[in-house]
């Protein structure tokens, strides 16, 4: 390593300040959303919004909680995303498999369909599927929205898998196809498993954009018991019921699943991010 | 090693695999899709029998100064979502990784940079939700915290400018992670030697670290210009458009004829010519990054 060369200190703390004073602005309303959610509407008032809490004031939240019933709004949305995950991993296998190993005849304009459909707005497509959903008794349903996401996330998933899965060493599948196994069986025991790495990454991803989203389930959820998170609180914006203290409880329960799920898969989000950049 | 013939049990039962993607994908895109644009020929309100009206929404829309405004939005929504952070981000990950890593090292750096990355790990409307609250104009804190009495979202003259400051707040972090895994993939020879040579910070920075994290670049503005072309969470939860156009987006208004004015052939030529939009700025971007590589 080069030595050091002497660097005028004023000059380094001004720019780590600098960098500090940005960090703090841009988790500054996570922090003042957290600080007033456990603040009574009283001392909101007498206090502003900056003061300490001088207890845990809890009841803005339980209030909160209770009136939207947000234990079943998260189970919502665990349900939707658990469920649009699974199935778009799944289906982005299958694709692959069929693309990147089988190489199909077609391939390439069959993936250039697929990378078309993962930039088309969602707008170009909802009225039709908010028509049709209606058609076959599925509007307002957890199926539909379930449905209409595993194929919106499998059209990138596929997208992706099926370049990964160009690369697969060819040399194990010849040698399994020797031994006997057939396609479903060099599917399952050889290339899912190999591939487990990526298609974790993969799962976690159609996770966290599934309770992300906020257009399609906003028009297809509309009865309150079948309502994602995002969902409920956007709708729930600007009610006349909610004050200052309440409406930041509100908030924090928005933020509070969405920072856990980051702590959580940190380590694999970090790894993926650059894979989401394709999206 | 000879390539070899052998394949499990031949080449054409793979297609078999493509089955269920490719019913489901025809259902939910394909023919969705097709209906939309068939729908922007016509006159329909949702009910009924749609009647045609060849290219009738078009010429309306081209005419229509609401349509026209949105686009402006876009456009200026483009600026807050892709070019302005991708600005800071460049500067941002750069300070971040060869001063502050190297200098305070690299725990300060990755600390600065989860902060500045926070707000993109939540759902964007429920960021919307927080803003909301910060700026309303009654009990909001940023009024009660600089001591004014501003009205943020429901001024027509500022409305727009607060929201894309807020856009600003919630994309930055993106590019700033993106743009330091880029300058770990860099070769620090270059920087080393050029640092030797007495280049200022600012010629390293702009001869050396931009050039080198090009395609991340491309990444970064195609993929923040397309998600600010279909902006709608942060729309409808701090403005719905308002107040009157100003913030009007073309997604919104898309939304606004299908759900609340049941012009459904007229939105769905908004949200046709919004889908072409998107599909030529892909194209664009991909074909410039081609040449470029």
Known sequence: MSAERPVRAPGRWAVLAALAVLAVVMSSPFLIVTLNAFKSPAEYSSGGPLSLPKGLYLDGIIDFWNRVDFGEKLWNSLLISGAVAIGAVVLSVLNAYALGIGRVRGRLWILVLFLVANTLPQESLVYPLYYLSKEVGLYDSKLAVILIFTVIQAAFGTYLLSSVLGQFPREILEAASIDGAGKWRALSRIVVPISRPTLSVLLIFFFIWTWNEFFLPLIFLISNDNQTVPVALGVLQGEKMMDATMSSASALLGIVPAVAFFLIFQRTLTRGVTVGAIK | MAPSPVRPRGRGGYWLFLIPGFVLFTVVIVVPFVMNVATSFTRWSGVGTPTWIGFGNYTKLFEDERFWTSFEHNAALIVAMAVVPTVIGLVLSAALFDYIGKKFGPRTASALRAAYYLPQVLPVAVAGVVWNWMLHPSYGAVNAIFGTKVNWLGDPGLALATVMAIMVWFQLGYPVVIF???????????????????????????????????????????????????????????????PGNATMVPSYFSYLNFFEKANVGYGSAIATVLALIIVVVTFLFLRVQERDS
């Open chain 2, 180 to 242: 330091m895994a880029g300058l770990q993939r860099a070769d620090p020879a270059l920087h080393e030697a050029a640092e030797i040579d007495g280049a200022s910070w600012w010629r390293r920075f702009w001869h050396i670290t931009i050039p080198q994290i090009r395609p991340e670049i491309f990444v970064v503005l195609l993929t923040c210009t397309i998600a600010a072309l279909k902006v709608f969470g942060p729309i409808f939860v701090l403005t719905r458009g308002g």
